[in-house]
């Protein structure tokens, strides 16, 4: 093929999706780097940071506005590798086990691609086409309905390349293992924001422009998001490192993406992609909370941290309201993108039972995201203080940096803008060619007049405040039955085994036993698996000449029988 | 004009049956002890009290949170009575998924209770607090469901105006055999949504001291109180739109919508009076067990269309 045909394909499409995912691409670029000049500041190897940095926005642009497949696929993998570089800026022991566990998943998924793509190939040209078939696939030109054996796995496969970058189950275990150990921009910038942008709109296109879904198929995604909401909420509930427990809702929320687009309907998928972007607001905003703590505590352990709101209470304010976004607490911008998911999955009904089981999980998923996210604003800000805290409070005052509160004021302020006026969002433009041409919604939470509910119950509540003496107040020690409190700092509730009574809980006992033994983990249980292969194969040459000898004579007779026979 | 409705109906109105739905149960709590009994004004007059007394602030807490956690609930209580109030006076003009809204409006004062207590910088607040987010959690998936199974009987709508009309066409929703287990398992919920015996872990008196509300004191106390009385009539509201066809406000319509009221509220009262409080494991456990398992059971009969 020569080198005009090549520019004469159309490897590119600019539709208004996209461009709107290029822009927050954009957006978190800038604030991800304004919070690495202070946060990183002092590291090595700074200026390969950077490059990386700059790199992967290019490539996630290119794979943003991909049409051809070919191109996509090939970008996509230098995704992956970019990825590993950048967890390898982490300093903690089990940094670079991370980053291969990383690398190794979204690799391996990239291969599932790859051959997903060669499927697809078949499926449009047949046998017989040579590689000027393979650059032509296009998302624009393509259009496959899912009918038989194969497209079913050219979906699958398609499917969980997406689902890794995204980081939804089963491949979501390297999403909570980076939290932990790679430096905090990182992981605010991939698995946080620009991986979910990736992963989720390109599980939205292969599902909607790509291929034609049955509704098994959407029901199989739909059983896919509602475990991984349920799944990994549960597991961030009893985690005690601030940093992994937000990797775990990292991977939860994905959970409504997957089933927002698996219900098929013009306000399910919306919903999805309005959640992606919503998520990519509050998530960042979460993990840059949580690296401002770390910079300024150097821990992130839940059980030595505490009354941090009074030290920092921008990063509070900010926290607190990216937490309130993430449980789904109106009028806040997770609400409105979950509410329209709940429409979604109602809209479903017709075919059959199954949508109460996906609508119970994402609803009870939003109970138990409130519940997580109380654990850690007690444990972080409001509780009261560790002996750890109260030591750096006292040496030094510690305070935010400018570059990095920065990011976090915008973001959080982004949250409320995306909540109070997800009415005003003219989504039908907006999400086209996902959605073609103007979705009709069951209607809109109207969320502007909600929020001047809101804001009005707040003012009477002012109202009656005046009236009381809340102008005036005294401090007092606080009571706990007589006892000194400071004297005694056995009495400090930490918040970290606030939900241990959930372990006690038959059932769920013995799958949280399962969890904490990896057997849940699709990269262990991979390892588990090539070791076993491997013990078998090791077995068969293991340097003594007895079992050479054997198989030498094993040989001759198998060799004897194919020739008499 | 919403926000006519939020002053008159969502906070006037809703206060004073809120207050005198706290005055029934006082009331009838004294009597099943053999005592006369609080005045009719009471609970009013408790809250005045309280608004004059001094505000105390524990030291080292944060106070905006300390003091604005208050302010939070009452904000979530009067904003989902007066969508229950727009949809019982004009049942055509909620908006659709309005169902769900009010559903997540109704946990918003156990969260500002949450906030409050983890705010005290008190162990005991704190840990009571947690025991309330533990509540939370277990009888929100049986309230989830049951609440579902209103909206399949009127079709699959989550808009509570159709929730009402179709109870108007076809009768109250608790003339099923579906909907009256639902609607136990629903009043079970509000037994625990409202911090009532035997689901008062969270506030344990005599172990904890009323948990999360410790160290209020004051205005801040009298919010809470407030808000709590606000609860005891939006609960029970909630739950006779679901089940029993709303309010009527017409003719001998009011007696009887008393009556459902008043029958709700005395059914709380004796659940209250007649049980010894529960662990919070053991209310986790009731709640994911048996109250799941009969909400599923409901949910089920109901999409068979029974």
Redesign the interface.
């Known amino acids: 093929m020569s080198l005009e045909n090549l520019f004469s394909l159309d490897l590119f499409s600019f539709s208004p999706l996209a461009w709107l995912a290029a822009a927050f691409a954009g957006l978190f670029f800038i604030l991800v780097v304004i919070y690495s000049l202070n946060f990183m500041k002092g590291r090595k190897g700074l200026f390969r940071y950077y490059l990386y940095t700059v790199l992967t926005l290019v490539l996630t642009l290119g794979v943003i506005f991909a049409d051809n497949l070919l191109l996509l696929v090939i970008l996509w993998g230098f995704l992956g590798l970019l990825l590993y570089l950048l967890i390898g800026f982490g300093r903690t022991p089990s940094t670079p086990a991370t980053a291969r566990k990383a690398l190794l998943i979204v690799g391996g998924t990239d291969a599932m691609m790859l051959l997903g793509l060669a499927l697809v190939w078949f499926l449009v040209y047949g046998p017989g086409t040579g590689l000027s078939g393979l650059a032509k696939l296009s998302f624009s030109t393509v259009t496959i309905p899912v009918a038989g054996g194969l497209s079913v796995a050219a979906f699958l496969l398609l499917a969980s390349a997406a689902l890794a970058k995204a980081g939804a189950m089963p491949f979501h275990t390297w999403v909570p293992d980076m939290a932990e150990d790679a430096p905090i921009p990182v992981t605010a910038y991939l698995p946080a924001s620009l991986d979910k942008l990736l992963g989720v709109f390109f599980l939205a296109r292969i599902s909607l422009e790509l291929f034609i879904l049955d509704s098994t198929l959407g029901i199989v995604l739909m059983a896919l998001g509602s475990i991984t909401i349920m799944a990994a909420v549960m597991m961030a509930m009893v985690q005690h490192d601030m940093k992994r427990l937000l990797g775990y809702h990292a991977v939860s929320q994905v959970g409504y993406m997957v089933l927002g687009i698996g219900t098929g309907n013009p306000i399910g998928i919306c919903g999805a992609l309005f959640h992606m972007f919503n998520h990519t607001i509050y998530k960042s905003c979460l993990f840059m909370a949580a690296g401002a703590v770390e910079k300024s505590m150097n821990t992130t352990d839940l059980h030595r941290l505490g009354?941090l709101?009074?030290l920092m209470p921008l990063v509070?304010g900010a926290f607190f309201v990216a937490s309130l976004s993430i449980s789904?607490?109106?009028p806040f911008n997770g609400?409105a993108s979950k509410?329209m998911i709940?429409?979604g999955i109602?809209g479903t009904?017709g075919n059959g039972?199954t949508w109460?089981i996906w609508?119970?999980a994402a609803?009870?998923g939003?109970?138990?995201t409130?519940?997580s996210f109380?654990?850690l604003?007690?444990a972080v800000?409001?509780?009261?203080a560790s002996p750890h805290v109260t030591k750096i409070a006292e040496s030094s005052r510690p305070g935010t940096p400018f570059a990095l509160a920065a990011p976090i004021a915008v973001l959080a302020v982004l949250c409320i803008l995306f909540g109070v006026f997800a009415d005003r969002i003219p989504f039908g433009e907006l999400f086209s060619p996902v959605l073609a041409g103007e979705p009709v919604f069951?209607?809109?939470?109207?969320s502007t007049?909600?929020t001047?509910?809101?804001?009005?119950?707040?003012f009477?509540?002012?109202v009656?405040?005046l009236?009381?003496?809340?102008g005036?107040?005294?401090?007092?020690?606080?009571?706990?039955?007589g006892e000194d409190?400071d004297a005694r700092p056995s009495?400090?509730?930490s918040?970290v085994d606030?939900?241990s009574?959930?372990k006690?809980?038959k059932p769920l006992g013995v799958l949280f036993d399962w969890a904490e033994r990896k057997h849940f983990d699709c990269y262990v249980v991979g390892l588990r698996f090539a070791d076993f292969l491997g013990g078998i194969l090791s077995g068969l040459h293991n340097g003594l000449l007895g079992r050479y000898v054997l198989w030498c004579l094993a040989g001759v007779v198998a060799l004897y029988l194919a020739l008499i026979g | 004009m919403i926000l006519l409705n939020l002053l008159v109906f969502g906070f006037l109105v809703t206060s004073i049956l809120g207050l005198t739905a706290s005055w029934v149960d006082r009331k009838v709590t004294a009597r099943v002890q053999y005592r006369v009994g609080p005045p009719f004004y009471q609970p009013l007059v408790d809250i005045i009290k309280l608004l004059g007394k001094e505000t105390l602030v524990p030291t080292g807490s944060y106070r905006s949170v300390f003091l604005g956690a208050p302010l939070l609930g009452l904000a979530g209580a009067v904003t989902a009575a007066s969508v229950l109030w727009m949809n019982q006076i004009h049942p055509q003009t909620g908006f659709t998924g309005d169902w769900i809204v009010v559903i997540y409006l109704l946990t918003i004062p156990s969260m500002s209770i949450i906030i409050g207590g983890f705010a005290s910088r008190n162990p005991l607040a704190s840990l009571g607090a947690s025991r309330e987010m533990k509540l939370v959690l277990s009888y929100e998936l049986p309230f989830i469901l049951a609440m579902l199974v209103p909206v399949v009987h009127s079709g699959l709508s989550i808009r509570l105006g159709d929730i009402l009309l179709a109870q108007r066409e076809a009768g109250a929703f608790a003339g099923n055999l579906s909907g009256i287990l639902a609607m136990l398992v629903g009043l079970l919920c509000i037994q625990a949504k409202l911090a009532l015996v035997p689901f008062d872990a969270p506030e344990a008196e005599t172990e904890i001291v009323h948990g999360p509300l410790i160290e209020y004191s004051g205005t801040g106390l009298a919010m809470y109180k407030l808000t709590k009385n606000m609860m005891l009539f939006i609960l029970p509201f909630f739950l006779i739109q679901m089940f029993l066809g709303g309010f009527s406000l017409a003719g001998w319509g009011i007696l009887w919508s008393v009556l459902k009221f008043v029958g709700v509220l005395a059914l709380i009262t004796v659940i209250r009076n007649t049980n010894p409080r529960v662990r919070i494991d053991q209310a986790m456990r009731f709640f994911w067990g048996p109250m799941t398992v009969i909400a599923a059971v409901s949910l089920i009969l109901a999409l068979l269309g029974l």
């Open positions: 009354g709101a009074k509070f789904g607490v109106p609400f509410w709940y429409q109602i009904a039972w109460i609508l119970t609803m009870m939003s109970a138990l409130l519940a109380m654990k604003i007690h800000f409001l509780g009261q069951p209607g809109l939470w109207s007049s909600a001047i509910l809101i804001l009005a119950g707040l009477l509540g002012m009656v405040y009236l009381g003496s809340a005036k107040t005294r401090s007092v020690a606080p009571f706990i039955g409190l009495m400090r509730v918040g606030f939900y009574t959930v006690d809980v």
